[in-house]
């Protein structure tokens, strides 16, 4: 689940997937975002955007996208982005994590790069970068074929 802000989650409590038509929980949703709502005119005037979700529904498997019509006139598509920025930063260093550098040392890589330059063929070359043996197999069946013999 991605961080949701506390003001989002009412906005999927009646949701279905639309796939499936399932009842949606918040721990699938992937991503959140918004849209201004000018294209839309057809839909009730309310506030500024659209608010939506993209969902991955565990019942179907599908990727959707579920819409809400966020019905404070006075939260800005500007409030509204950083209030979304603002809950990824704070909920459990998130953003921090995703984010940060790498762990990796500059030691570890040298010597990553030692190993790349000192392997004498594909295969080993292969395992250094952690493929596993079934696929290394595999590799070396279709390089045979492709050598047409
Ligand atoms: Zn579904």
Not at 4 to 31: F, G, I, M, Q
């Amino acid at each position: 689940m991605i961080p949701l802000p506390r003001w989002a989650l009412p906005y999927l409590t009646d949701k279905k997937c639309p796939v499936c038509d399932r009842e949606t929980n918040p721990r699938y949703v992937e991503a959140i975002g918004i849209k201004e709502k000018k294209s839309y005119t057809r839909l009730p005037k309310k506030g500024e955007v659209i608010l939506f979700f993209e969902y991955h529904c565990p019942h179907c498997d599908k990727r959707t996208f579920l819409v809400a019509d966020p019905d404070d006139e006075n939260f800005s598509p500007k409030d509204m982005m950083q209030n979304i920025l603002d809950t990824f930063s704070e909920k459990s260093g998130y953003a921090k994590n995703k984010v940060s550098k790498s762990k990796i040392t500059n030691k570890e890589v040298e010597r990553f790069i030692k190993d790349l330059d000192s392997c004498e063929s594909h295969e080993e070359f292969l395992r250094i970068i952690g493929t596993d043996d079934k696929s290394i197999n595999r590799i070396n069946e279709s390089k045979r074929k492709d050598d047409g013999r």
